[in-house]
């Protein structure tokens, strides 16, 4: 019964989402931190880093990282398989007649509407970790260090996080 469940929620979660996996955050923090505890606050924190910082899309990698704490193997397949359906099936559907509507005002209405609501969606998710990842002043420093390294210096992300890591050894030892 677990594995259905898991199915089905990130199912729901990959069907409801818009924007990607920044976007599914507050979503996946209500559904696995708040409603089935099948993790707590800070483990979902330390998820959403290791999703962000492993290979491959970031809601796949919270499906399979969550599926797999809750029902090992099995778990991650299901989990995994929920939250890529709805997209590829959305997709499908979308690819098969959006051309012949892409330039329909109502679809470009649309899609203007939802742009800053998938904005809003991602401010959200950065406030609910920044509220458990901001401990401290020296949290603050390595915070400001990657964005100042990422959108001024344009460092690669790769190296920001792992001169974080660095950072994190000499400061939080």
């Known amino acids: 019964m677990i594995l259905a469940r898991l199915f089905f929620e990130f199912f729901k979660i990959g069907l409801f989402t818009f924007g990607g996996g920044y976007a599914m955050i507050p979503l996946i923090e209500k ?15 330390d998820l959403v880093a290791i999703a962000e910082m492993t290979p491959g899309p970031i809601a796949v990698n919270s499906a399979t990282f969550v599926g797999y704490k809750v029902a090992t193997f099995w778990g ?5 398989l929920g939250v ?3 997209s590829f099936l959305i997709i499908w559907a979308i690819a098969s007649v959006f051309f012949s509507f892409q330039d329909n005002n109502m679809v470009k209405a649309a899609f203007s509407g939802l742009r ?4 809003g969606l991602i401010v959200v998710a950065v406030l609910s970790v920044a509220k458990i990842a901001i401990t ?3 949290s603050v420093i390595v915070l400001i260090l990657v964005v100042a390294g990422v959108w001024v210096l344009k460092i690669h992300p790769i190296l920001a996080l792992t001169i974080s890591a660095i950072l994190g050894l ?3 030892k």
Request: proline share 6%.
């Open 136 to 138: 401290d002043y020296k």
């Open 76 to 80: 991650a397949v299901f989990s995994t």
């Open 170 to 172: 000499i400061f939080f």
């Open 31 to 45: 559904e696995i931190v708040n409603k089935y505890h099948w993790l707590t606050t800070e483990q979902f924190v």
């Open 84 to 86: 890529v359906l709805p």
């Open 116 to 119: 800053p609501a998938v904005l």
